[in-house]
């Protein structure tokens, strides 16, 4: 089976593609660059006060289902940190926090009982409205400019997909980003300590093939951790979903390749869709990579079968030394940080060429799905504003900035001229202790944060410059370690990010694509999807574990020929169809 990554085999569709209906679209007020500047005490919370004839804003606690960082981790109940404070003071909630978890999620969904901010999956919230457990948003939108005005894509989103036909805000998508801007934190790519890269002799990676070897030397070089257990090349875990579990993140990288669900893809730079017929598609890509690094002794054997808090604890105790994920490696580089600095666990570039355009870039102008919150119907008119208070605070520069690097006023505030700065106090802090930003509650509430971790400031003295301080180059130049200099002098750049962005060959994904994907599907096309999502967790481990080359393509041939017979040509059909109504549908939402 000859596999070239970009091209597609031609097949024939014989079954009729199903339309999807879309939902008309209000428009709202204000335009993508109309962010406000300052915290949300100056707009509409101070206009409430001004209304009221009150000097403090009413005192509220917010009952919030959400989920925790791994990097500072919120623990259940009243929040006292110095973010959560700061919240308080600009918006008059106290959050009172209950970790989601998915079983907790399809109880609530299923008895309509919501918490009174609730993150609730897209598929739920169809019925929920049916049933009256949410409540439309519309009235109150004018206490949140800084969501309202500032993200009106996102508003149009929800109202014209994600309201059962009724045209009302139900739902807010947060992590918003209304234009591109390169992923700079929480990146996936190819993440391996650059010491054990140079001892590798630095070998271009211009196949995946390449990318083995590179990992079998590493493996040689250091075939056991400090305590006596084998190492491994290549690690994953099977409970974030199949596309976790069957594509390495790398592939998604470096080939360009998103999942829409368990069961197609597309092509980032020319939005292709791709099928399980595709010799391409991200899954067979990753399956003889897997095949391979199994046949040269990389593949952790448990790879398929344990969940990610087993394989987390292999990357802590360096059992396993790559990860396509970058945020696995924040304690281990914590670590070497502390140890001194000179090494680092980084990307490290697959080739500059045309089969490797890789994403660098992103924008999701109607906010992530995953992160997708509701309100409930019992809220009472106190509790819709101070809800509202917060929600615009969350999507404010202001907020945005508190929730990633902590309170303004204590860890960041404005200079002269209005620029965004870490304050004297916090970088003498910082030199002493790398942990003060944690300690002052960064990043505990990110599960929260209304604009994405990389999005760009909009106000006018920051325009062009990351929300998160921590990401923009002239913080990155007075920060940098050892092994972050090493890193830009073998690229030829200033700062690491740039390594990827002067790339020639790079991609941007726009996710409000994907969130024009259906939501719920027909019970037919659902049946069948569940009964091949199931089938391929079962038969693509065991086709990876094969002990020939041949048996390898005797087992791909019989599941692309099972695939047929469990009906997935309707399937891919179905999906076909959506994906072409999603771009046309993005089109006119957004004009681009």
């Given at each position: 089976?000859?596999r070239i990554?970009?091209?597609?085999?031609?097949?024939i569709?014989?079954?009729?593609?199903?339309a999807?209906?879309?939902?008309?679209?209000?428009?709202?007020?204000?335009g993508?660059?109309?962010?406000?500047?300052?915290?949300?005490?100056?707009?509409?919370?101070?206009?409430?006060?001004?209304q009221?004839g009150?000097?403090?804003?009413?005192?509220?606690?917010?009952?919030?289902?959400?989920?925790?960082?791994?990097?500072?981790?919120v623990?259940?109940?009243?929040?006292?940190d110095?973010v959560?404070?700061?919240?308080?003071?600009?918006?008059?909630?106290?959050?009172?926090?209950?970790?989601f978890?998915?079983e907790?999620?399809?109880?609530?969904?299923?008895?309509g009982?919501?918490?009174?901010?609730?993150?609730?999956?897209?598929?739920?919230i169809?019925?929920?409205?049916?049933?009256?457990?949410?409540?439309?948003?519309?009235?109150?939108?004018?206490?949140?400019p800084?969501?309202?005005?500032?993200?009106?894509?996102?508003?149009?989103?929800s109202?014209?997909?994600?309201s059962?036909?009724?045209?009302k805000?139900?739902?807010?998508?947060?992590?918003?980003?209304?234009?591109?801007?390169?992923?700079?934190?929480?990146r996936?790519?190819?993440?391996i300590?650059?010491?054990?890269?140079?001892?590798?002799?630095?070998?271009?990676?211009?196949?995946?093939?390449d990318?083995?070897?590179?990992?079998?030397?590493?493996?040689?070089?250091?075939?056991?951790t400090?305590?006596?257990?084998?190492?491994?090349?290549?690690?994953?875990f099977?409970?974030?979903?199949?596309?976790?579990?069957?594509?390495?993140?790398?592939?998604?990288?470096?080939?360009?390749?998103?999942?829409?669900?368990?069961v197609?893809s597309?092509?980032?730079?020319?939005?292709?869709?791709?099928?399980?017929y595709?010799?391409?598609?991200?899954?067979w890509?990753?399956?003889d990579?897997?095949?391979k690094?199994?046949?040269?002794?990389?593949?952790?054997?448990e790879?398929?079968?344990?969940?990610?808090?087993?394989?987390?604890?292999?990357?802590?105790e360096?059992?396993?030394?790559?990860?396509?994920?970058?945020?696995?490696?924040?304690?281990?580089?914590?670590?070497l940080?502390?140890?001194?600095?000179?090494?680092?666990?980084?990307?490290?570039?697959?080739d500059?060429?045309?089969?490797?355009?890789?994403?660098?870039?992103?924008a999701?102008?109607f906010?992530m799905?995953?992160?997708?919150f509701?309100?409930?119907s019992?809220?009472d008119?106190?509790?819709?504003?101070?809800?509202?208070?917060?929600?615009?605070?969350?999507?404010?520069?202001?907020?945005?900035?508190?929730i990633?690097?902590?309170?303004?006023?204590?860890?960041?505030?404005?200079?002269?001229?209005?620029?965004?700065?870490?304050?004297?106090?916090?970088?003498?802090?910082?030199?002493?202790?790398?942990?003060?930003?944690?300690?002052?509650?960064?990043?505990?509430?990110?599960?929260?944060?209304?604009?994405?971790?990389d999005?760009?400031?909009?106000?006018?003295?920051?325009?062009g410059?990351?929300i998160?301080l921590?990401l923009?180059?002239?913080y990155?130049?007075?920060?940098?370690?050892?092994?972050?200099?090493?890193?830009?002098?073998?690229?030829?750049?200033?700062?690491?990010?740039?390594a990827?962005?002067?790339?020639?060959?790079?991609?941007?994904?726009?996710?409000?694509?994907?969130?024009?994907m259906?939501?719920?599907?027909?019970?037919?096309?659902q049946?069948?999807?569940?009964?091949?999502?199931?089938?391929?967790?079962?038969?693509?481990?065991?086709?990876?574990?094969?002990?020939?080359?041949?048996?390898?393509?005797e087992?791909f041939?019989?599941?692309?020929?099972?695939?047929?017979?469990m009906?997935?040509?309707?399937?891919?059909?179905?999906?076909?169809d959506?994906?072409?109504?999603a771009?046309s549908?993005?089109?006119e939402?957004?004009?681009?």
């Amino acid at each position: 089976m000859k596999r070239i990554l970009g091209k597609s085999r031609k097949r024939i569709i014989t079954t009729v593609m199903t339309a999807v209906l879309m939902a008309g679209v209000m428009a709202c007020g204000g335009g993508k660059d109309s962010a406000a500047v300052s915290g949300t005490d100056s707009g509409a919370v101070q206009e409430e006060k001004n209304q009221s004839g009150e000097n403090e804003l009413e005192q509220v606690t917010i009952d919030i289902f959400m989920d925790s960082a791994s990097e500072n981790p919120v623990t259940a109940g009243i929040q006292e940190d110095p973010v959560a404070q700061y919240i308080k003071e600009q918006t008059g909630v106290t959050l009172n926090v209950v970790l989601f978890s998915n079983e907790k999620q399809q109880a609530m969904a299923a008895s309509g009982d919501l918490y009174d901010v609730t993150r609730m999956g897209l598929q739920y919230i169809t019925p929920l409205i049916q049933a009256g457990a949410i409540q439309s948003l519309d009235e109150y939108l004018a206490i949140a400019p800084n969501m309202a005005e500032a993200f009106p894509e996102m508003v149009n989103y929800s109202r014209g997909y994600l309201s059962n036909g009724e045209n009302k805000m139900y739902a807010i998508c947060a992590r918003g980003k209304n234009n591109p801007s390169p992923l700079a934190t929480s990146r996936y790519g190819n993440f391996i300590r650059w010491e054990w890269y140079k001892e590798a002799g630095s070998p271009t990676i211009g196949s995946i093939d390449d990318f083995l070897d590179l990992l079998k030397t590493i493996q040689t070089n250091h075939p056991q951790t400090e305590s006596g257990k084998k190492t491994y090349g290549i690690s994953r875990f099977n409970d974030w979903g199949l596309n976790h579990m069957l594509s390495d993140p790398v592939i998604w990288k470096y080939c360009a390749q998103y999942g829409l669900n368990d069961v197609c893809s597309f092509n980032i730079p020319d939005l292709k869709y791709i099928d399980l017929y595709d010799d391409n598609h991200m899954y067979w890509i990753t399956a003889d990579m897997y095949f391979k690094a199994n046949q040269m002794g990389l593949l952790d054997p448990e790879t398929y079968t344990q969940k990610n808090e087993d394989y987390g604890q292999k990357i802590r105790e360096g059992q396993v030394f790559y990860s396509s994920m970058e945020w696995d490696f924040d304690a281990g580089n914590l670590d070497l940080n502390k140890a001194g600095g000179q090494d680092k666990y980084v990307d490290v570039l697959w080739d500059d060429i045309p089969d490797f355009p890789a994403w660098v870039s992103r924008a999701s102008e109607f906010g992530m799905a995953p992160r997708t919150f509701v309100v409930s119907s019992k809220c009472d008119e106190t509790k819709m504003k101070a809800i509202m208070r917060l929600f615009d605070f969350l999507f404010s520069e202001d907020g945005s900035r508190s929730i990633m690097i902590g309170p303004k006023g204590v860890t960041w505030d404005y200079d002269e001229n209005g620029v965004a700065v870490f304050t004297d106090e916090c970088r003498q802090k910082l030199k002493e202790n790398p942990e003060y930003l944690l300690e002052q509650g960064a990043y505990r509430y990110i599960g929260l944060v209304g604009q994405d971790y990389d999005a760009f400031a909009a106000s006018q003295a920051n325009e062009g410059k990351y929300i998160d301080l921590r990401l923009n180059s002239d913080y990155i130049k007075e920060s940098m370690t050892e092994a972050d200099k090493d890193y830009c002098e073998f690229y030829g750049v200033e700062v690491p990010l740039e390594a990827a962005t002067k790339r020639e060959n790079q991609s941007t994904i726009y996710e409000g694509y994907i969130n024009l994907m259906p939501a719920e599907n027909p019970t037919d096309i659902q049946r069948s999807m569940t009964k091949i999502s199931d089938y391929l967790q079962q038969a693509v481990p065991d086709m990876v574990f094969s002990a020939t080359s041949e048996e390898y393509e005797e087992k791909f041939s019989q599941i692309q020929a099972e695939l047929k017979n469990m009906g997935y040509d309707e399937v891919s059909a179905y999906f076909e169809d959506a994906w072409n109504h999603a771009i046309s549908n993005y089109k006119e939402l957004t004009g681009k």
